[in-house]
């Protein structure tokens, strides 16, 4: 590691008065490099015919003695997993990543990681004449380089946690029965932190690409009755500006109650429109280009808000609220398929499957396909969750989740989708019993989720699921809780 680098580490002067604060933050600046396995930092009396520094009768001359060990340049580490989809989907994936640590000895982290996997039908929803073969799969890999320091022309309190990061990745997916798709991404972002609690992200530039490679009759089919769902699978460049603050008192908060908050913002397309100097004139969709393909204008903004209230005896009430808004303008009018919002799931809806809900009231025609078109640019959610011990570390959870997804403009294709004065009366509704196995690095999660309202019924009755109440069921094994 680079002297001057060790040296900002250290950030003692001669002749400054010790304090705690300067003890810890010399510990903390040397474990950010990314450098040492281990650091011991020691403070020693020297005495006074031995310092060269000035002082007083009451104070104490002060030697800092730091051992440090180097931690290994190279790690990499090769991840196995298996995924079953309620559609029948199943298989097998693999991820590896390698790190390489203190890169140009200044504390950089360069980062590689490779993911791949298939997945095949098992079920008799199989697609296409290759029944029980492998149809779908993903492959996908992303290099980062990453500086613990902001490469900015700006002074930030380096006493909390800074980086610069730089990266590019790519992604070519096929999705069986429908289509093969290519994302890539480049992006530059800074992260730094203004307090204990607060921390801020940025990222001035973040262009991603999307293009259809191949589609099937089938993907055609479905598309060609939906313009919107069309227009958003279009082949485009996203250039985007994105700002994410977060706000967490977890390390602060003594009292019974402790609170998160993530706000997000991105704006794509705007400063690329100004440059093309096109703002302000008249021009139709579609109309300006990048490479020779359109690029996307778009203003997205989020809110996810979270309290957890201690109620004594290992208990805990967790409630959430979250809501975001999209809004595509000038060279689109439509949000970027990857940008729209869903919901449902196990970490949402509990009682519903991913991407069945919603928007509004619209109620889907296209069999088991039709989550394809279930998004929108408005977003609700509210939960609640009543976590409490069973036994050691077993716990178990009650709760009930409300929430939809709407569009901003009237669609056609999407009857009811729409957001109206009466939204309240279309938020989907469940309620449920989990259980989680917390093994301290990780919680295992098992969720039953009852569905009681679906606002795409049209039985108006507040209870009003169709089928069987078992075989509306949710079942949803996960890592992790769900907020």
């Not at 060269?52 to 800092?64: C, F, G, Q, R």
């Not at 093969?180 to 307090?195: L, R």
Request: aromatic residues 12%; glycine residues 10%.
């Amino acid at each position: 590691c680079k002297p001057k680098y060790l040296y900002r580490c250290l950030s003692v002067r001669p002749g400054e008065l010790y304090n705690n604060r300067i003890g810890s933050r010399v510990a903390t600046r040397l474990t950010r490099l990314n450098t040492f396995k281990y650091n011991s930092v020691e403070w020693k009396s020297i005495p006074d015919s031995t310092s060269h520094i000035p002082h007083s009768a009451d104070t104490t001359s002060l030697l800092l003695s730091l051992t440090s060990t180097y931690d290994l340049p190279w790690t990499g580490s090769l991840e196995v997993k298996g995924v079953y989809k309620d559609n029948d989907q199943v298989g097998p994936g693999v991820t590896f990543a390698a790190q390489r640590r203190n890169l140009f000895g200044g504390g950089e982290m360069l980062s590689f990681s490779i993911d791949a996997g298939y997945e095949w039908n098992t079920g008799k929803h199989t697609i296409g004449e290759n029944r029980g073969v492998l149809n779908s799969y993903e492959l996908g890999g992303k290099v980062s380089l990453s500086i613990p320091r902001l490469q900015l022309p700006v002074h930030v309190d380096e006493d909390y946690p800074v980086s610069t990061t730089y990266s590019i990745s790519a992604d070519l997916m096929r999705r069986a029965g429908f289509f093969q798709m290519f994302k890539g991404t480049g992006e530059i972002s800074y992260a730094f932190s203004s307090d204990r609690v607060s921390s801020h992200e940025l990222s001035p530039i973040h262009l991603s690409y999307t293009s259809l490679i191949s589609t099937t009759e089938k993907f055609d089919d479905i598309v060609s009755v939906n313009r919107v769902l069309k227009q958003s699978f279009a082949n485009q460049f996203i250039p985007s500006i994105r700002y994410t603050y977060l706000f967490d008192n977890s390390s602060l908060a003594k009292g019974k109650s402790r609170q998160w908050l993530q706000c997000s913002l991105v704006e794509a397309g705007g400063i690329l429109d100004a440059i093309t100097g096109v703002i302000g004139s008249h021009r139709t969709q579609g109309e300006r280009q990048i490479l020779w393909q359109p690029f996307s204008q778009f203003v997205k903004a989020s809110v996810d808000f979270r309290n957890y209230l201690s109620l004594g005896h290992r208990q805990t009430l967790a409630t959430r609220l979250l809501g975001g808004v999209a809004y595509a303008y000038g060279n689109s009018s439509t949000i970027p398929y990857c940008e729209q919002f869903f919901i449902g799931g196990a970490n949402s809806l509990r009682g519903f499957s991913i991407r069945s809900i919603g928007p509004g009231g619209y109620h889907p025609t296209g069999g088991k396909y039709s989550y394809m078109d279930q998004t929108g640019d408005v977003k609700l959610e509210a939960n609640i969750e009543w976590r409490f011990p069973l036994s050691g570390d077993l716990y178990a959870a009650l709760f009930a989740d409300a929430g939809n997804v709407w569009t901003l403009r009237d669609e056609d294709s999407r009857s009811g989708g729409q957001i109206t004065s009466d939204f309240l009366q279309q938020l989907a509704t469940d309620c449920g019993l989990g259980f989680r196995y917390d093994l301290g690095m990780l919680v295992l999660r098992f969720d039953i989720g009852v569905p009681i309202h679906d606002p795409s019924e049209s039985d108006r009755k507040y209870y009003n699921p169709s089928g069987s109440f078992f075989g509306n069921l949710g079942y949803h094994l996960a890592i992790g809780y769900p907020f």
